[in-house]
């Protein structure tokens, strides 16, 4: 084989290994170029570190020898097929060099295109994620085939599966009854003229659930100018709606609320001059002056409505309730834009700030004049009742010591006059009994019967007097225990009588014991007195609660009343039952009243005809 020239081999050998096919290819393809026969392809054969061996095949795939002849190459019939060796190498070498540029610049391209594919990636990642988190995704309508194209989030905002394309008219009606002729006419004018919209409405889910959204649309137009398609966004705003809705219907609330009320509420600085930040219309009825009149005092102060004398007293008691994180309320004096001195009631608190200096304080002020006018009234009116009290009183005490007098004379002036008449009608029975008929003796048993009800009438009159004018002296009493007493005395004096007694244990209440006793022996008389018809008496002393009110009752099976009369039943000399059917006075259930009375108590009975009775009372003590 012939050798190669020299220069063409050593730049071959220079160039790195993954090159050197190129540059001989590249060369050979040169010769092919501009010479015959045409050179089809090449063989390598060897390359060694100074010079290499090719083989080289015509169009006929007729291998043949390259050999150096000068500046040239032979072919095998030493014809010249190229000369300047050197020149033909520059122009291979600047070729292969701008081709391996090209090829370097493809491969830096290739990585560029696939590190911006790798961004798009992530950015549509991050988008899906923004879309899911902001509950936003896009749309886009086609004119011409009135098919909406939508992104998985609208989808699922609609609640309809992903993937599912809907026609114009089927998206329009997922918009509430309401909404639809509205977002019509927006669609319809972004479609003929381009009018872009950004609307809130509701739509129903295909779930069937009211959703609050926002739709944005805009026009896209051809090269032409014509509007093709319309695109835009689409967005969940339910919560942030129902919010904002919520906060709206509450200003309007308060707004309202404020308007109505008697008074102002307000927000001040923490300053000399109370400056006010807010004041409500109610400023105007309380102080005569506008809202604005007040705020950064614009025309004059709170301080300057305040008066004079109450102002120091404000600011100390205000300023103590901030210190101390306290809520405050007070009552002085304004004046208003007439000069008219006002009472006003104040409640209010400090709104915490950023810093200590930028505190304020919220708070009500309502107008108390008329409160204050009726106070003052009823203060006179009070020193007027007690005077008039201490006149009752004074006046009371004279009758007091009337009655005490009566009483005096009927314990013994009466009793002096009784006495005798008692002891001139025993000793007339004893001593003239034979000298009297039986008419004689009949009217000198009535005048001796007549006489002891006089002396007991005496008695009970002194006992309810007695009740009305002693001192209560209060202890813890066993209402029990007075009963089994009074009734064992009651059992004595009638051996005969059988009468069962039911008496509930542990009967305690704070009370006078004496009057006590004596209010439990009057009652249970009468029932003694009224059951002593039956066969079998029942007297039964127990508790109950009515209207969560403790109670106590005395109970019996006697002859009963009519509850016609119930109300003369506690009245002094009051019967319901003649003299000759059962005896008494007619004064011990009046003294029982009394008694009850002075504890705090009341006292009330039922009954009917042949059935018994039933007497309740209490003691001024709720349980």
Partial sequence: MNKVNDIFLLLLNLSQLHDRDIIMRRYLESVNTLFSPLIFNYKKVEISSKMGEYAIATRNNTYGELKQVNDGLLNEEDSILFHNSLQMLAIILERVTLEKKLEDECVFLDSKAQERLNNLQESYVLLQIAGETAKFGGWSIDLNTKRVTWSDQVAKIHQMPIG???????????????????????????????????????????????????????????????????????????????????????????????????????????????????????????????????????????????????????????LEAVNRHEKFILEYRIRDATGKEKWVWEKGQVVPRGRKDEQMLEGFITDITARKLAEAKACILKEELEQRVKERTIELEAVNKELEAFAYSVSHDFRTPLRALDGFSEYLVDSYTDQLDEKGKHYLKRIRKAALYM???????????????????????????????????????????????????????????????????????????????????IIEVGQTKINEEKAFFVRDNGVGFCMTYVNKLFGAFQRLHGSDEFPGTGIGLATVQRIINRHGGRIWAESEVGKGASFFFTLGMKK
Avoid at 218 to 233: F, T
Avoid at 283 to 297: E, H, P, Q, R, V
């Fill in 164 to 318: 599912y394309s809907p026609l114009v008219d089927e998206g329009i009606n997922f918009y509430a009854p309401e909404w639809r002729e509205k977002i019509t006419a927006a669609f319809t004018a972004c479609a003929n003229k381009g009018v872009s919209y950004d609307e809130e409405m509701e739509i129903i889910t295909a779930k069937g659930h009211r959703c609050w959204v926002r739709t944005v649309g805009q026009a896209v137009k051809d090269e032409n100018g014509n509007i093709v398609k319309i695109q835009g966004a689409f967005q969940d705003i339910d919560k942030y709606k129902k919010n904002e809705i919520a906060v709206i219907e509450s200003e309007r609330q308060m707004k309202t609320l404020l308007a109505n009320l008697p008074g102002m509420a307000y927000r001040c600085k923490i300053d000399q001059k109370w400056t006010m930040e807010f004041v409500s219309q109610g400023c105007l009825t309380l102080t005569g002056y506008a809202s604005s009149d007040l705020i950064n005092n614009k025309r004059l102060s709170y301080e300057d409505l305040i008066h004079p004398d109450d102002r120091k007293m404000v600011r100390n008691v205000i």
């Fill in 455 to 537: 002396s007991d009438l005496i008695d009970d009159l002194l006992k309810l007097s007695r009740v009305t004018r002693s001192d209560l002296n209060k202890e813890c009493v066993d209402l029990s225990h007075i009963a089994a007493d009074v009734l064992a005395a009651l059992q004595e004096s009638e051996p005969e009588r059988q009468v069962e007694a039911i008496i509930a244990p542990n009967l305690t209440i704070i009370g006078d014991p004496h009057l006590m006793r004596l209010m439990l022996e009057n009652i249970l008389a009468n029932a003694w007195k009224f059951s002593a018809r039956e066969q079998q008496a």
